[in-house]
Structures are given as C-alpha cells and as structure tokens.
C-alpha cells in the first residue's frame, strides 16, 4: 500500500518567506508525528497529532512554527518569517495508534534550505 | 547529557565481520527501545524494536540493560548493503514521541 507522502520534495526560499510543507499519511493511521533533522544531526521531534487534535506541540522551537491536520488526514506544517537556521529536513511519520507497537513510519521528508 | 548518546562512527568494517553499537540512555521511565536505520538522504525505516530479554532477527542481535541503560546492536557476517546510520531510538512511558540519537555511521568495506 501507499506509504507516508510529503511534498514538497525540496524547497528553497527566501530569509523571512513562509513557507508550508505538506504530509499525507498511511491511510487508517490516527497518529502523525512532524521531526526536524539538521545536517549531521540527530530527528529532533517537533509536535504529535493525535486525529485533529495536537495534545503534544512541546518540540516546537518557537511561534513562527505551527501544524494543523484535517479529516483526520493530510497535515501541514507552516514555518512563518524563514530563517537560515531553519533550514533542515522535516520529516513526517505516522502510525497507527494501538499498544501493539510503537513503530512510526516516515516519509521521505522535504528539504528546506533557507537562503 | 543528551537524552540518547551514540558513538557517532565512523565504523568502517570489511565485509563479513561482526560489529557492535552501543547506545546509552538518561531517562530510566524510558519504555520502548528501537533500532531504526537510515540510508544517506533517506528516511529512517524501523529495523528492529528491542526487548527486554534480547531478541534476534537474521544476523542482527539486539540487546537491552535496563540496570545500566544501554541498548546494543550486533551484526554479523556483514554485507555491504549494512552500509548506513544506525539510530537508536527511545520511547518514554506515557509519551507519544520518539527520541533518536544522532546515529552510528557504518561502512561495509568490500
């Protein structure tokens, strides 16, 4: 079956443009997770959705940072007013949410670079 | 101290020889034990969870010291498509998110 989607694949912008990056999880799975990977650097978590709602946003770095997800589905991740520090890998995951596993599945991520 | 510490590598390992990674972890409520994997500019693809009383799949052995707070990964007979970062993840009880280390590059010399 389908896989965890994530468009766009790379995105290049401007210091101080936002920007939004899209993910489109397995189909059926109630649990999505949003990471960020610098160069050379260890996944670093950024927020968790449970259905709609985010009961954990702990990992954002700051306000100009926000996610959504609809229909229980597609998310997006919004990144307001771009800085180069910003610049990373954003990688998505989902999973369906029983206590069987904890395994997350990812997506291929979207490169940012921020210039 | 980082919540996950990973030996950063690089292991470079002829092929056919076994290698070890150890992984330590700070927070003793820590619940759940990964071994992922990622491929150079790829996503991390879950290569084995970890249990209590060690687990094995193929040629690769994890192991778990809940006393001392490390996680293992052996890998024997090795090939070259092992070639690539090895993350040690966490998860703590009550808690959704992942915790990875920055990983363990390894490459499988012909």
């Known amino acids: 079956g389908a896989g965890v989607s994530q468009s766009p694949s790379n995105k290049v912008t401007e210091k101080g443009k936002d920007v939004e990056l899209r993910c489109d999880p397995i189909?059926?799975?109630?649990?999505l997770y949003w990471y960020r990977q610098r160069l050379g650097q260890g996944l670093e978590f950024l927020i968790y959705?449970?259905?709609?709602?985010?009961?954990?946003k702990s990992g954002l770095p700051s306000d100009r940072f926000s996610a959504e997800r609809t229909g229980e589905s597609v998310s997006t991740l919004t990144i307001q007013r771009t800085q180069q520090e910003d610049s990373a890998v954003y990688l998505c995951?989902?999973?369906?949410?029983?206590?069987?596993?904890?395994?997350?599945?990812f997506g291929p991520g979207t490169r940012l670079t921020v210039t | 101290r980082k919540e996950v510490e990973q030996d950063p590598g690089p292991f470079n390992v002829p092929e056919g020889a076994t290698v070890a990674f150890n992984c330590t972890y700070s927070?003793?409520?820590?619940?759940?034990f990964f071994w992922y994997r990622q491929d150079c500019r790829k996503e991390p693809k879950l290569l084995m969870s970890?249990?209590?009383s060690g687990n094995e799949d193929g040629r690769f052995t994890a192991q778990l010291n809940r006393a001392s707070q490390y996680i293992s990964l052996l890998i024997r007979d090795s090939k070259l498509s092992d070639s690539a970062t090895y993350l040690c993840?966490?998860?703590?009880?009550?808690?959704?998110?992942?915790?990875f280390g920055t990983g363990t590059r390894l490459t499988i010399i012909p």
């Open positions: 993840v966490v998860n703590w009880a009550g808690n959704e998110k992942l915790t």
């Open positions: 970890v249990y209590s």
């Open positions: 927070n003793s409520a820590s619940q759940s």
């Open positions: 995951a989902s999973r369906f949410r029983d206590r069987s596993s904890y395994e997350q599945y």
């Open positions: 959705f449970q259905g709609n709602s985010a009961p954990d």
């Open positions: 189909s059926g799975h109630t649990a």
